[in-house]
């Protein structure tokens, strides 16, 4: 009995075989693994810090807000302000008022870019770092727009653009293009920033402020719509932001 347990731990010795990896595949496995923790730091620190940084809106107590009516379109009226210059470093934006401008509705999408921030954007988003699809008059409801409406904000190597799909072949009653508005928000100030990060999908939102041209440091010159009947590339509304109304609570 003890010759043949022998024999098979011999057998079973035989049978094991040592596996010897490489060093140099040890040590891209370590250098692998620093440089994909150091750009997920890259990325999450950053963005991070900023969401910190605003993660915080104080609104104002002097403000007597009413029920945001979402029945009605936009107030747009013409407007005769300086440019707005903002400087960063040694890249400026500038600022150009179009109109002022008030929007209510409700929040039917919603993309921003605060995730890229430790990665490459455009000077465009740097400062319109949120886009809002708005909805407002007969189809600003929720379930209108679920049952046939798809919304996506797709990104373009300089900026974002609205594509609509239909769920349906027959459009609800009273729809008309223009209750459905797409916008790239550039907030005044950290309060507004902090604000518009508190919005969520089915907010019932007002916002006030003014339409702006924009140019930017890479010598983009980017037009705001003043038109609700317009579509496409060139249809996007660009809101200078000042206040920002979220049900009852007003942030300037």
Do not use: C
Not at 97 to 109: C, E, N, R, T
Request: aromatic share 12%; hydrophobic share 40%.
């Amino acid at each position: 009995m003890s010759e043949n347990t022998n024999n098979n731990a011999n057998d079973s010795a035989n049978d094991t075989e040592i596996v010897v990896v490489p060093k140099y595949i040890t040590i891209f496995s370590k250098v692998y693994f620093q440089i994909f923790i150091l750009l997920i730091l890259y990325w999450l620190l950053p963005a991070s810090v900023y969401l910190l940084a605003h993660s915080s809106a104080v609104p104002d107590k002097t403000a007597k807000p009413q029920v945001i009516d979402v029945s009605h379109e936009p107030i747009q009226s013409e407007v005769s302000f300086d440019d707005i210059i903002v400087d960063k470093g040694n890249k400026r934006w500038v600022l150009s008022p179009a109109a002022d401008y008030s929007i209510s509705g409700i929040v039917a999408a919603k993309k921003d870019s605060v995730w890229q921030i430790g990665f490459s954007r455009s000077d465009f988003e740097r400062k319109a770092f949120l886009d809002l699809v708005i909805v407002w008059g007969p189809i600003a409801d929720k379930k209108i727009v679920e049952e046939n409406f798809k919304f996506n904000l797709d990104k373009t190597d300089i900026t974002r653009v609205l594509s609509t799909k239909f769920k349906k072949n027959r459009l609800p009653k009273g729809y008309n293009s223009r209750y459905i508005t797409h916008n790239n928000l550039v907030p005044a100030n950290d309060n507004i920033v902090a604000a518009l990060l508190k919005i969520r999908k089915w907010d019932k939102v007002k916002l006030g402020g003014f339409l702006i041209n924009m140019k930017t440091p890479d010598r983009y010159l980017f037009k705001t719509s003043l038109s609700r009947e317009d579509y496409g590339w060139s249809a996007s509304e660009i809101i200078y932001v000042t206040s920002v109304q979220i049900g009852d609570k007003v942030y300037k």
